[in-house]
């Protein structure tokens, strides 16, 4: 029974074996000149689907950046070539060698009248000089014969390469109606194709442009490492058994855009999506599409949801004003940045034209001073000191020191703002009123080893973490003698803070104590709005301080406004708690403003930092009024209250 079945498989796979080796046979040796002239005459093409980039929105919905589709219009490199020969002085010389061309009587014009139509016409549709198109042609051809001789050259031989029998852009952003015109009268533009293409654009402007960043294209060598980046990933997935499908997608092209800042850099990959591919079979005489073989089209990137609140960034640019400097509004239980404005700042929809020129201002345009200036934090930071010198018992809620304006250490006169001194300081009042003096003589008892661990607690020279690329760290002296020690004491001295890392340590003290990880993300969502992940804060410490030692200094940033540096200045009615500062820049009338907070002070909502940088005032001066403008926006119901 069994040799039976044997023997009919057997004899199954022998006429199978025998059908596949007659019809090879049939394909190679009788029918294979017919193939072969196909082959000859017909090749298959590559062309690559260009994708959408995620789009930005705020925590609210509203849109920060999006792509936008535009129309370029492309010719036929054999036409910019002819364009080329005959319009400009010089000459390819792989064209003028040929013998055919050296017998002809003819000139080039007459050889091939109907390759110069499109420029003609193109040009008076368009509005647009031919020197003009004749300039980009010329950038074209220059660029694709010199990768031409360079193949030639590697290879030994004559090539034609890819970039030969393509389309090339010579008028970017073309508008709708003259595109139509062209698809439409397709007979009167030979060797044109319009080729759409995605352009970012950011609705609201300036606004949050150093959050959101901008775009730049791909140098060569950015072009090498990301596509090494790409076929890692590739290797990485096939190794892993992961999906595969990735294979038929491409990664980075050379002049391709990227984000080069903000969370257009940071989240790049997130965004980017995936180029497909069309592979079509062309017919070699005429360049013409016969059929498409295979498509695979191309995948969105996913969209980002900011916890930016548009309305609230918009205020705070505009409580800002022309001083220069930065606004962040945080909320002090989830590291949430509701606004970050910084001023100057830029637009990014129209970057490409002033870039030079915006990257050589001294104000330096590009700069994210939230989180890349690293000023002294002045007398915000006093706090710091203040909970240092209470956990090591060595003051209390009764200590006193006396300010007649200045103390001296050794030889060394150190003044108070007050030139006439503050008299009987406790801790509640050194905060109120900013004694300079007061925090000096805590300083001598306290040394600089303990104020630098608790400063380094509440992450004082280390970089938060945010999800924005590029942030400082700062400085936090660790080697200080006594001099040094009182200097930092009082935020000065070699002692350097980001903006947010103060807003951070003023969220501490609202929240009780824990040190919230900052950021921007709020969700991602892939094209059909579903959630592919949340934000999860990884870096949440909680820092040691007693209730009682958190019950004075929130008492004490609570009389700043009732009757210290920040009394009369409109913000009781908010009910802040806060800290003005003034960090000297060893320049006279030349001041960085501070005021740091959080209101309202019995149930926090919002934390703050305000700053304005070479100011001849002072914090309480202007950056107080600067905190009662916003202040007015973060709590409408108080303003109409009163």
Not at 367 to 378: H, W
Not at 468 to 496: F, V
Request: aromatic content about 8%; proline content about 4%; hydrophobic content about 35%.
């Amino acid at each position: 029974m069994y040799p039976y079945r044997f023997k009919i498989i057997l004899i199954i796979f022998a006429l199978l074996f025998i059908g596949i080796t007659v019809r090879l046979f049939q394909l190679q040796i009788i029918e294979g000149d017919k193939y072969k002239g196909i082959s000859n005459s017909r090749r298959i093409d590559t062309s690559l689907l260009e994708t959408t980039r995620g789009s930005i929105f705020d925590r609210n919905g509203r849109v920060l950046a999006m792509d936008q589709h535009i129309f370029d219009v492309s010719v036929q490199y054999k036409y910019l070539l002819y364009c080329y020969s005959t319009h400009s002085n010089k000459t390819i010389s792989r064209i003028t060698d040929l013998k055919i061309h050296n017998q002809t009587k003819k000139s080039c014009i007459e050889c091939h009248e109907n390759q110069d139509v499109w420029l003609k016409r193109l040009s008076g549709l368009l509005e647009i000089p031919q020197t003009k198109l004749l300039s980009n042609v010329k950038q074209v051809v220059e660029r694709v014969e010199r990768l031409k001789q360079n193949v030639e050259q590697r290879s030994g031989r004559e090539i034609r390469i890819k970039e030969e029998t393509e389309y090339h852009t010579v008028v970017s952003d073309v508008a709708w109606e003259k595109v139509i015109q062209i698809e439409v009268k397709q007979d009167h533009f030979p060797g044109i194709r319009i080729t759409p293409k995605p352009k970012r654009v950011y609705p609201e402007q300036e606004s949050a442009s150093h959050i959101l960043g901008y775009m730049g294209k791909l140098n060569k060598d950015e072009w090498k490492e990301y596509s090494n980046n790409w076929n890692n990933f590739l290797l990485a997935s096939s190794s892993t058994g992961a999906e595969t499908s990735t294979l038929l997608y491409e990664g980075y092209a050379e002049n391709d855009m990227i984000g080069r800042t903000g969370v257009e850099a940071h989240y790049e990959n997130e965004l980017r999506g995936m180029r497909g591919k069309r592979f079509e079979e062309i017919t070699c005489k005429n360049n013409q599409i016969e059929k498409i073989i295979l498509e695979r089209p191309s995948v969105a990137g996913n969209n980002l949801y900011l916890t930016i609140d548009s309305q609230i960034q918009a205020y705070a640019e505009k409580s800002l004003g022309a001083n220069m400097g930065t606004i962040i509004v945080m909320d002090p239980w989830t590291g949430e940045i509701l606004a970050m404005a910084n001023n100057p700042r830029f637009n990014p929809n129209i970057l490409n034209e002033n870039f030079g020129e915006l990257i050589k201002q001294p104000s330096k345009p590009f700069l994210n001073r939230a989180i890349q200036g690293t000023l002294p934090p002045g007398s915000i930071f006093k706090i710091i000191t203040a909970i240092a010198t209470l956990s090591a018992n060595h003051i209390n809620d009764d200590t006193v020191f006396e300010c007649h304006g200045y103390t001296k250490y050794k030889n060394i006169i150190l003044k108070c703002w007050s030139g006439t001194g503050h008299g009987l300081v406790t801790i509640r009042d050194a905060i109120a009123y900013s004694c300079n003096v007061f925090f000096f003589e805590t300083a001598k008892i306290l040394g600089g080893e303990s104020l630098y661990a608790l400063a380094k607690e509440f992450g004082i020279g280390e970089k938060t973490g945010i999800d924005l690329p590029y942030e400082k760290d700062g400085n936090l002296p660790k080697r200080i003698t006594a001099p040094s020690t009182m200097n930092i004491a009082i935020g000065q001295g070699n002692l350097l803070t980001t903006p947010l890392q103060m807003v951070r340590v003023y969220a501490a003290i609202a929240n009780g104590g824990t040190l919230v990880q900052p950021h921007v993300l709020l969700k991602i969502t892939n094209s059909q709005e579903e959630v592919i992940r949340t934000f999860t804060s990884e870096n949440k410490q909680k820092i040691s301080i007693q209730p009682a030692i958190l019950e004075i200094i929130r008492t004490s940033l609570q009389n700043v406004i009732v009757y210290g540096t920040g009394k009369d200045r409109g913000l009781d009615v908010y009910r802040v708690a806060g800290k003005t500062g003034t960090a000297e820049t060893r320049r006279q009338n030349d001041n960085h403003a501070w005021f740091a907070g959080y209101a309202p002070y019995d149930n926090p909502r919002y934390c703050f930092v305000i700053l304005v940088e070479h100011t001849p005032k002072h914090g309480a001066d202007i950056a107080c009024p600067i905190a009662r403008e916003l202040l007015s926006y973060l709590f409408p119901e108080i303003n109409q209250a009163s």
